[in-house]
């Protein structure tokens, strides 16, 4: 079963305490101090293992406690040191505080650590305590204590290609036909309940990871069906490789409402490149429908493929267009080698105002962004671009900002709407 979200207690070593002692030896009289100190309490550290792909390894186990260290000993020996316990978690791994909800790391390569309960010191032994008016101390000194919390762990899949598209549109059909994976398929919406990893071997030199991801609808940035939960998983990709349903009955309304959700949970994701499919091309209605689709598509910058997932048409040329694809990537930015994004505001945040003519200009990033994706050419685009208005609360602000039937609504400064109630 795939799991991407748990909650763990970790509790590191105590260390261990100091030793009171005098030496004591045959025609030795007084003794001096000789207490040992403490060995030091394990660390309790988070590791990246990349035979991992899943969290369900802590659905078992959710306690995690290092070795304490050992007392200090006779003759200033010191005692043991306790070894770190490693707990190994898949590459992706976000860790978070549970109950303050701070974010303590991100893991993401092999072989990363993260240690996230230090080990206590150990305590000192009477021998540190001795000074010129206190030579025989009779105290010593007790190990620190161990960290302890409860932590969250949320695993955002790593993948160089993130498949997307609305329910049923085939992904994991694609899936199946160019790896070795074995997800659930099945002619009715959200077969996958669960991300799907598969290693596409385009020769003996080259190959891919593809990660599936389950069908997203409207309202999936707000956690609306299958909820957001899955869209994090995206924010990994280096490119998105966006299928379309050949029998759906606005393919071109699909394509534009999986590009707003994306854009809406995370800006950057409609910055990544974007490989477009048009699939079930082996039913024959589907194929009459292929050259319109084209030519719409076309017409805004993208240049779509036609292939049939269930039969395996046309998906080699697909593979490599993405791996071109991400041999060109340019080079990450210093600045965005960091392993988490973390959105400085919300991007759904929207005002309302009226300019010097009496009309309504609405400005915000998701809804301008959301504006500028879609096709409005077509009525079904439409459609889901006023569904998306109503479900960020645009349309009730309008209404009780006073906007009436016939006055202009403008989304940022480019695109007129008429208000119509």
Do not use: C
Request: charged letters at 25%; glycine letters at 10%; proline letters at 5%.
């Amino acid at each position: 079963m795939f799991v991407d979200e748990a909650q763990i207690y970790v509790r590191s070593g105590k260390g261990g305490d100091g030793f009171m002692h005098f030496h004591r030896e045959k025609f030795v009289a007084r003794g001096g101090p000789d207490g040992g100190d403490g060995g030091r309490g394990g660390d309790l550290i988070l590791k990246v293992e990349k035979r991992l792909n899943t969290l369900s390894a802590f659905r078992h186990k959710t306690r995690y406690i290092a070795e304490d260290g050992l007392r200090g000993g006779v003759n200033n020996m010191t005692g043991r040191s306790a070894e770190n316990l490693v707990v190994p978690v898949p590459a992706g791994t976000i860790i978070y505080d549970a109950s303050t909800g701070q974010l303590l790391g991100d893991l993401v390569t092999q072989g990363q650590e993260l240690v996230v309960a230090k080990g206590g010191r150990g305590g000192r032994g009477n021998t540190h305590f001795v000074s010129a008016s206190h030579q025989a101390p009779r105290t010593a000194e007790k190990g620190a204590p161990a960290e302890e919390r409860w932590l969250k762990l949320e695993l955002k899949l790593i993948a160089d290609v993130g498949i997307v598209g609305v329910p049923n549109a085939g992904k994991s059909s694609f899936l199946a036909s160019v790896t070795a994976a074995k997800p659930k398929i099945a002619d009715y919406p959200f077969t996958t309940l669960e991300p799907n990893l598969g290693v596409a071997e385009l020769d003996l030199d080259h190959s891919i990871v593809l990660a599936d991801v389950p069908g997203l609808i409207e309202g999936a940035h707000l956690g609306v069906g299958l909820g957001d939960s899955f869209l994090r998983h995206i924010q990994r990709t280096k490119v998105i490789l966006h299928m379309l349903d050949g029998m759906a009955e606005d393919p071109i309304a699909d394509f534009d409402q999986i590009n707003q959700e994306m854009a809406l949970y995370d800006p950057k994701l409609s910055e990544k490149p974007q490989v477009v499919v048009f699939n079930k091309m082996d039913i024959p209605e589907v194929a009459e429908r292929w050259p319109q689709v084209q030519k719409d598509l076309s017409g805004y910058g993208y240049e779509p493929m036609a292939i049939s997932a269930a039969t395996s048409v046309n998906v080699k040329p697909v593979l490599w267009k993405l791996f071109d694809l991400l041999q060109n990537l340019p080079e990450p930015e210093e600045e965005e080698t960091l392993p988490l994004y973390v959105p400085q505001e919300d991007p759904r945040l929207f005002t309302i105002s009226q300019d010097e003519d009496g009309d309504w200009v609405v400005r915000g990033v998701s809804i301008e962004r959301a504006a500028k994706m879609t096709f409005w050419e077509h009525s079904g685009s439409v459609r889901r671009f006023q569904k998306l208005l109503q479900t960020l609360g645009i349309e009730d602000a309008l209404r009780k900002a006073g906007v009436q039937n016939g006055d202009t609504v403008m989304i940022g400064d480019r695109f007129e709407l008429e208000w119509i109630d």
